[in-house]
């Protein structure tokens, strides 16, 4: 079970595989066994209490861009049951989220603002990844991306820390401004992130998707939700004077919907592309 340098902990199988939803072909996903990770200095494992499904694994698994088996998932939240030596500010029993990509903080990507665009930023993975019953957490992501989790917060709650992080950052870039009129194009998970994100920023929000239990879930989150292009433009005129929106933030839709949004983002406005689909 472990590796290389002291380690202390507990609580998992002693050997042999571990359950996990294991990637066998394209658009096919089953139940298999995978090997035990072995941890070593600096590193975790961690027992997987959940792991949220997003919408690059959705990808991943019907592209076939990725060559099988392979285990996906990093929406992650688990209990630390092994601690490899030097892992500091670390105990079995603690219950952790964990980012699955470190950048290396000195390239130059990294010092203007776009970590995520690091050479070194895909290099380091989780070990297998979420949709397994146990995972290592490399050293570096020990160092700067687990997280403990404060009791009052639910695993359900908790898997939504990393899609919360990347949205946070996406509204930061965007330089949103209290008074503003943003709309948010596709209602699901993300979308209705950042509807509650824009809010608390002090802009107003428009939603849209040709889902009618999406758009009743983005009005559930507090944003003036439409079912039908059309009818959202027209609300957008009305609240500008026919300026347009400042904000457009596309988490569905594809290339269709970038006509539409380039015809209601003001002059000077900005169309963030923060997911879309094909096209």
């Given at each position: 079970?472990?590796?290389?340098?002291?380690?202390?902990?507990g609580?998992?199988?002693?050997?042999?595989?571990?359950?996990?939803?294991?990637?066998?072909?394209?658009?096919?996903?089953?139940?298999?066994?995978?090997?035990?990770?072995a941890?070593?200095?600096?590193?975790?494992?961690?027992?997987?209490?959940?792991?949220?499904?997003?919408?690059?694994?959705?990808?991943?698994?019907?592209?076939?861009?990725?060559?099988?088996?392979?285990?996906?998932g990093?929406?992650?939240?688990?209990?630390v049951?092994?601690?490899?030596?030097?892992?500091?500010?670390?105990?079995?029993?603690?219950?952790?989220?964990?980012a699955?990509h470190?950048?290396?903080?000195?390239?130059h990507?990294?010092?203007?603002g776009?970590?995520?665009?690091?050479?070194?930023?895909?290099?380091?993975?989780?070990?297998?990844?979420g949709?397994?019953?146990?995972?290592?957490?490399?050293?570096?992501?020990?160092?700067?991306?687990?997280?403990?989790?404060?009791?009052?917060?639910?695993?359900?709650?908790?898997?939504?820390t990393?899609?919360?992080?990347c949205?946070?950052?996406?509204?930061?870039?965007?330089?949103?401004?209290?008074?503003?009129?943003?709309?948010?194009?596709?209602?699901?998970?993300?979308?209705?992130?950042?509807?509650?994100?824009?809010?608390r920023?002090?802009?107003?929000?428009?939603?849209?998707?040709?889902?009618?239990?999406r758009?009743?879930l983005?009005?559930?989150?507090?944003?003036?939700?439409?079912?039908t292009?059309?009818?959202?433009?027209?609300?957008a005129?009305?609240?500008?004077?026919g300026?347009?929106?400042?904000?457009?933030?596309?988490?569905?839709?594809?290339?269709?919907?970038?006509?539409?949004?380039?015809s209601?983002?003001?002059?000077?406005?900005?169309?963030?592309?923060?997911?879309?689909?094909?096209?």
């Amino acid at each position: 079970m472990l590796g290389a340098g002291a380690a202390r902990g507990g609580g998992s199988p002693a050997g042999g595989g571990v359950k996990a939803a294991v990637y066998r072909a394209p658009g096919q996903v089953a139940l298999g066994e995978w090997p035990m990770p072995a941890i070593g200095a600096g590193e975790l494992l961690l027992k997987v209490r959940g792991c949220g499904l997003c919408g690059s694994d959705v990808v991943k698994i019907r592209s076939g861009r990725v060559t099988p088996p392979a285990v996906f998932g990093h929406e992650v939240v688990g209990d630390v049951v092994a601690v490899g030596g030097g892992a500091g500010g670390f105990e079995v029993g603690d219950r952790l989220v964990v980012a699955h990509h470190v950048p290396c903080f000195a390239c130059h990507y990294c010092r203007r603002g776009s970590p995520s665009m690091c050479r070194s930023f895909k290099t380091v993975n989780l070990d297998p990844g979420g949709f397994a019953e146990y995972l290592r957490v490399p050293a570096p992501n020990v160092r700067h991306a687990a997280f403990k989790v404060p009791k009052t917060l639910s695993d359900e709650a908790a898997s939504f820390t990393e899609p919360l992080a990347c949205c946070l950052r996406a509204v930061k870039r965007a330089g949103v401004q209290s008074g503003d009129l943003a709309w948010v194009i596709g209602l699901g998970s993300v979308g209705c992130l950042f509807v509650q994100l824009l809010q608390r920023a002090g802009a107003r929000v428009l939603g849209s998707d040709p889902l009618a239990a999406r758009v009743a879930l983005g009005q559930k989150f507090g944003a003036e939700a439409f079912q039908t292009l059309e009818a959202l433009g027209e609300r957008a005129r009305e609240l500008t004077d026919g300026r347009g929106v400042d904000l457009v933030l596309v988490t569905a839709g594809g290339a269709s919907v970038l006509r539409p949004a380039a015809s209601l983002v003001r002059d000077g406005g900005t169309i963030h592309c923060f997911a879309g689909g094909e096209g």
